[in-house]
C-alpha cells in the first residue's frame, strides 16, 4: 500500500494474490490491509489536506503536469500489468493507461481557474460573494472493469482542488493502481496527499465509508453496493458520487446507417469483453431494418471478436475477469433462451487448451428476447447483446426507458426529429446520436435512476469535490 508518502505492509503480514483471469497463473500479490491501514491512510490524507489545500493553484497544476509526464512515459509498464490482472487485451489496456495521463493534464489545466461569484445585494453598503472550498478527504473506490480509467476520474479532479485521497481499487485489480498511485506521488505530491489501501469491500470497505474524517465517497461500481454506501454515508452525511451499473439502450430506426450502427454495436458491446458500464447492452431495432442490421453484427461477432490471452498477438477479446462473472452472463443467456430468445452468434465457450484455464466465453448476440428475460431486466456485464424488434420510436423509447438503471444510450437515424425526441425523452446521463458511445473528458459524465448520481468527467466533476460558501461584507 502507499500510506503517507511510504510503501507499507499489512500489520498482519497477510496478502493477496492477484490471479491473470486468461489463464489462472499469479500475476503478483499486494498486502491485505486491515481496518487499522484505513485508519492510519484517512489520518494521513487528513493532517496532509490543510496544505495541500492551501497550497497555490499554479503549484498544484505543475504537481499534476509533472505526474501526467511521468504517467505517459510509465504506459507501457502499466498497460502490461493492466492486461494481465484484468484479463484485456494489450492495445486495449495502452489505450486506458494513457487516459489516466489525459486526466491529469485536464484537470492540472483547471487548477488554477476555480473561483467564486461577486454578488450585489440589495443594500449598497453590501455585497455578497460565493467562495468554493475544497471537501476535504476523498474516498475514492474502484471496480476491476476499467481499474486505471476510473481512478483517474476521482484522483484527478480530486486533487486538483486542492482535496485529499484514500483510494481503494477492487481487490481483484489492484497491482496497475498501485504503481500509478507511486508514480503520481513521485511527481511531489507532498505525503499524505494521495494514499492507497488494499483490501475487499466486505473487510475494508464499510471502516472506509464510515470513517468520520472521510468527507466525500467517490465511488464506482454495482448498484447494490452503491445502496449500501448510500446508507453508511448517511449516519456523518458524508457527500457521495454514485457511478453506478447501467443497462444502456441504442435505438436503431429504418433509416440509420447500418454499417456504421453494427460497427458501433459490436465495439459498443464486446469491448472490454462486455464488462464496461457504458455499452450498447439493449438493441431496439425497427422492423423493417431488423434482418439486415442482425446479420451484420452476427457477422461482426463471429468473425472481428476474437477471443484469447490479452497479451497474445491478434486478440480482441480477453476472458471474463471473473469465474463467478462468466457463470453470470452465461445465466443470463439461458434464461432468455428458455423464454425463447434465439442465438444468432456464439453463446459458447471458445474450444481449445489455451482457452481450458481462463474464464474466455464467445461474442454472443440473441434475438427475439421476451421483455421479461434478465438480459433486457438486469444489467448484462459480459459480451453478449439482447437485439429487440420495434415498430416505431415510441415504442423504442418506452422499451429503452423501461429498465431501472439510466446511464448511457444512443439513437441511429438520419431524421433531426426523431434524434431530438430520443435525446428529449431517453432518461440517461448520456445519449450518443449516430455515434460510437464513448466518453469525453470534457463532458459531464454520470447516471441517473439507479445508475448513481453526480458527475465525472468535464468542469462538473470539480463541483464534486467542492462546497461553495457564501460570504456577506459590509461596509459598516
Ligand atoms: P462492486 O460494487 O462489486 O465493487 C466496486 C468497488 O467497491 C470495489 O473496490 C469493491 O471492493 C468495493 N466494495 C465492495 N463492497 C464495499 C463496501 N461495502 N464498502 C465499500 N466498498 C465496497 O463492483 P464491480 O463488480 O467491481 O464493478 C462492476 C460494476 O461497476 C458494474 O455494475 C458496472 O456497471 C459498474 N460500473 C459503473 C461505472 C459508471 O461510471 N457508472 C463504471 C464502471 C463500472
Redesign the pocket.
Given at each position: 500500500m502507499f500510506i503517507n508518502g511510504e510503501l507499507v505492509d499489512a500489520k498482519s503480514g497477510k496478502t493477496i494474490e492477484v490471479r491473470n483471469p486468461s489463464n489462472g497463473t499469479v500475476v503478483d500479490s499486494v498486502p491485505r490491509g486491515s481496518v487499522d491501514e484505513v485508519n492510519a491512510a484517512v489520518e494521513a490524507a487528513a493532517k496532509a489536506f490543510p496544505a495541500w489545500a492551501a497550497m497555490p493553484p499554479t503549484k498544484r497544476a505543475q504537481i499534476l503536469h509533472a505526474a501526467a509526464e511521468k504517467m505517459k512515459a510509465a504506459v507501457p509498464e502499466l498497460a502490461k500489468l493492466l492486461s494481465q490482472e484484468q484479463g484485456k487485451p494489450l492495445a486495449h489496456a495502452v489505450l486506458e493507461a494513457s487516459r489516466v495521463q489525459e486526466n491529469l493534464e485536464y484537470y492540472a489545466g483547471l487548477a488554477d481557474k476555480i473561483r467564486g461569484d461577486y454578488v450585489p445585494l440589495d443594500d449598497p453598503a453590501k455585497f455578497g460573494l460565493t467562495i468554493r472550498r475544497p471537501i476535504g478527504v476523498v474516498a475514492a473506490?474502484?471496480?476491476?472493469?476499467?481499474p486505471l480509467t476510473?481512478m483517474a476520474?476521482k484522483i484527478c479532479p480530486a486533487l486538483a482542488t486542492g482535496c485529499t485521497v484514500v483510494l481503494?481499487?477492487?481487490?481483484t485489480t489492484p497491482l496497475a493502481t498501485q504503481r500509478a498511485v507511486e508514480i503520481i506521488n513521485s511527481a511531489g505530491l507532498p505525503p499524505g496527499v494521495l494514499n492507497i489501501v488494499h483490501?475487499?469491500?466486505?473487510e475494508?470497505?464499510?471502516a472506509?465509508?464510515s470513517h468520520p474524517k472521510v468527507n466525500k465517497i467517490a465511488?464506482?461500481?454495482?448498484?447494490?453496493?452503491?445502496k449500501?454506501?448510500m446508507k453508511?454515508a448517511a449516519d456523518n452525511v458524508t457527500r457521495i458520487t454514485l457511478?453506478?451499473?447501467?443497462s444502456d439502450p441504442m435505438i436503431v430506426c429504418e433509416d440509420a446507417d447500418l454499417r456504421r450502427a453494427s460497427a458501433a454495436t459490436a465495439i459498443g458491446r464486446f469491448f472490454n469483453a462486455g464488462?464496461?458500464?457504458?455499452a450498447v447492452k439493449r438493441v431496439y431495432v425497427f422492423a423493417s431494418v431488423a434482418e439486415e442490421f442482425m446479420t451484420k453484427i452476427a457477422d461482426r461477432a463471429k468473425k472481428e471478436w476474437k477471443v484469447g490471452d490479452g497479451l497474445a498477438e491478434g486478440v480482441k477479446m480477453g476472458p471474463l475477469h471473473t469465474e463467478h462473472q462468466r457463470a453470470e452472463v452465461e445465466a443470463q443467456v439461458a434464461d432468455a433462451v428458455k423464454k425463447g430468445a434465439k442465438i444468432l452468434a456464439g453463446g459458447t465457450r471458445p474450444q481449445g487448451d489455451e482457452y481450458s484455464k481462463g474464464w474466455f466465453m464467445d461474442a454472443t448476440v440473441l434475438s427475439e428476447v421476451p421483455d421479461d428475460s434478465r438480459m433486457l431486466t438486469e444489467?448484462v456485464?459480459g459480451p453478449a447483446l439482447p437485439i429487440v424488434i420495434v415498430n416505431d420510436l415510441d415504442e423504442a423509447i418506452a422499451k429503452a426507458n423501461s429498465s431501472v438503471y439510466g446511464?448511457g444510450s444512443s439513437i441511429w437515424t438520419k431524421d433531426l426529429a426523431k434524434a431530438r425526441k430520443a435525446v428529449e425523452q431517453i432518461q440517461a446521463g448520456y445519449t450518443w446520436v449516430n455515434d460510437i458511445q464513448v466518453a469525453y473528458d470534457q463532458l459531464p459524465?454520470?447516471?441517473s435512476k439507479q445508475?448513481?448520481f453526480g458527475k465525472?468527467h468535464g468542469l462538473e466533476a470539480l463541483d464534486g469535490y467542492l462546497e461553495k460558501k457564501s460570504v456577506v461584507l459590509s461596509a459598516g
Open positions: 473506490i474502484t471496480p476491476w472493469n476499467f476510473l476520474n481503494k481499487p477492487a481487490s483490501g475487499s469491500g466486505a475494508i470497505g464499510d472506509l465509508v465511488f464506482t461500481g454495482q448498484t447494490e453496493t452503491g449500501r454506501i453508511l457511478e453506478l451499473g447501467g464488462q464496461a458500464c457504458l444489467e456485464f446511464l459524465f454520470g447516471g445508475s448513481g465525472e
